[in-house]
């Protein structure tokens, strides 16, 4: 019994030991198996052994705390500094934070405060930048980036870091900053007159987000449903990419064109040449594969300004199935026994256009990018698909964009996305 007790008491004392905080001080020296310690005033305290103690801030360069959070003095006397309004003081202090610990979302995210504060708009954007690095997915860091970008006068990429900050958590200060930063209302642009006809530009209808013009008849009933659809799906997929295009898009209904019936490929049903351009024909308000084709095209113009153009053609269609609402799941399910029988296309020849493809070629190409697309975000989430689409921007080619945002190579993404498909049996997704 007595030693039964002796063994669980040493276990407690271990595990306490194994858990216990660390001071360093200045002079290189270090205190373990703290029991807690805090900042009090112009002391560190803390407790050891049954005792408490306390020795001068000055001496301590840092605690490190058993949950592997690190407790600076300067980061501590920095915001008090920053609270105060002495900016000056709380940069000076901060700096030196950071250049012991570049990786301290706290010390990044107060700089960025203390920057603004200091009326430097620049070094706030640069700070920010790095503290968004640390941890992409802290709303409150893609917040204060959103501050210093709109601060610096880049409304479209502040609005950008909001939105990201929104999608990450709601938040309403954001939101109302988000609003404050979108663009101000399109100024009306000339049209040229002419006869109204078949073939007639007429004058478009104008918003922030959107010129919607009619090639042919107007139906402004119909018009103004388009519009409500594309800005619904415009606000999703600025939420969901943290992105918006700079410029307005355009948008031609095409009267005396009629509506390609379901399961045709996209391209069919609706293009978009850097206009959205849409057949309507016969129709009196947006149908369900109407408004699927709205959200497909108009997720091209989000992934052509977002990647400059640079993006590899299944990656922009899997991306658009996506966020048009196509389900990635139907596409493995369809392409499982190719990867079985290994005549599963290859990514990297899908990188061209589909548009000289027909029947049931062009039909699996557009099913291998849904499921190419599907499989990035079951590997890392949707923040590798934007990764991705953020390195293909800076202008790297598909073969080095994918490894920098994923860690794989194309050989090696295509092989775990084969091996996945090979998994699935027929009827293996509907017991989901």
Known sequence: ????????????????????????????????????????????????????????????????????????????????????????????????????????ETALQSLVQAYLALGDPKAAVEIGQRAVAVDPNSA?????????????????????????????????????????????????LPVAPGPAGPGTLHAPLRGARFRLRYDGSVNEPLGTAVLGALDTAYADFTQRLGFRPDDPIDVVLQAEAVFQSAGT??????????????????????????????????????????????????????????????????ADEMLAPLARQRTLPSLLSLEAPFHTMAGPEATQAYAASLSGVGHIVRLRKEAGLLRLLAALSDGLPSEEALPVAMALSYPEFQQSWQEYLKTLRAGSLAAH
């Open 265 to 330: 490929p996209e391209w069919a049903a609706g293009l978009n040449d850097g206009t959205i351009r849409v057949p309507v024909r016969g129709m009196e308000k947006p149908s369900g594969e109407l408004v699927a084709v709205l959200r497909h095209e108009l997720a091209h113009s989000f992934i052509a300004a977002r990647t400059r153009g640079n993006c590899p053609t299944w990656l922009q269609e899997g991306i658009s199935q996506w966020l048009e609402g196509a389900d990635p799941e139907k």
């Open 140 to 188: 409150r860091a893609q917040e204060l980036l959103g501050d210093a970008l709109a601060t610096a006068g880049d409304r479209a990429g502040a609005e950008r870091a909001y939105a990201m900050s929104i999608g990450l958590k709601p938040n309403p200060e954001v939101e109302r900053k988000l609003s404050e930063v979108g663009p101000a209302p399109l100024v009306g």
């Open 1 to 104: 019994m007595k030693r039964a007790f002796l063994a669980a008491l040493a276990a407690v004392l271990l595990a306490g030991a194994a858990g216990a905080d660390t001071i360093e001080l200045t002079n290189g020296h270090v205190i373990a198996d703290v029991d807690r310690a805090w900042f009090e005033g112009t002391q560190l305290r803390y407790q050891k052994d049954g005792g408490t103690y306390g020795i001068p801030r000055t001496l301590v360069r840092r605690v490190v705390t058993r949950g592997g959070v690190v407790l600076d003095p300067d980061l501590d006397r920095a915001r008090e500094r920053l609270t105060a309004g002495d900016a000056v003081e709380a940069t000076r202090l901060l700096r030196g934070v950071v250049s012991r610990d570049p990786r301290s």
